[in-house]
């Protein structure tokens, strides 16, 4: 696969500026879809395609999804999944703590 994708690409960190987390995610379930790993929970707070959701470690949320439609963002109380850019190495029944970018 090396020669078909040339270098090992080098994983950019992802780190946190804000110090207050706008949101709480309750983490219900966790798939990997397509090498994505994709949260599936509640949120309290607001959750914006953009923002860094802190784990064990810290991934960026590309794209949120709720009844199988993209939205522009989650209010407190959705029901919605995250596909996240990175891992979070989060694990069933965690509260994941979002920041802004």
């Given at each position: 696969m090396r020669r078909f994708?040339?270098?090992?690409?080098?994983?950019?960190?992802?780190?946190?500026?804000?110090?207050?987390?706008?949101?709480?995610?309750?983490?219900?379930?966790?798939?990997?879809?397509?090498?994505?790993?994709?949260?599936?929970?509640?949120?309290?707070?607001?959750?914006?395609?953009?923002?860094?959701?802190?784990?064990?470690?810290?991934?960026?949320?590309?794209?949120?999804e709720k009844d199988r439609k993209t939205v522009d963002f989650a209010v407190d109380g959705d029901r919605v999944a995250l596909v996240l850019e990175g891992k979070t190495n989060a694990k069933k029944g965690d509260l994941l703590e979002v920041y802004q970018s």
């Open positions: 994708f040339g270098k090992d690409r080098e994983v950019e960190k992802i780190e946190i500026v804000s110090r207050r987390p706008v949101a709480k995610f309750k983490v219900e379930q966790i798939l990997n879809v397509l090498g994505k790993e994709t949260l599936i929970g509640t949120v309290e707070g607001i959750i914006y395609p953009g923002y860094k959701i802190k784990g064990k470690n810290t991934a960026l949320v590309r794209r949120i």
